[in-house]
């Protein structure tokens, strides 16, 4: 299994490196005042998350 995991952690690092420049990062403070790093597409599939807490892993 660690060579098919190495190759799983590869070809995700090559899906990565190709948009990371299209999904700048920002500071903890800026999410700590309520800034948000998701599109408009991907807010309105989350829906009302009000409330609860969420966890954005990542998005393609």
Known sequence: ?????HA??????VSWNAIH???PGQPAAFFAAGGSALGADEIAAAGDVAGHRVLQLAST
């Open 1 to 5: 299994m660690p060579g098919r995991l």
């Open 8 to 13: 799983i952690t590869a070809a995700n690092r």
């Open 21 to 23: 420049g299209d999904r």
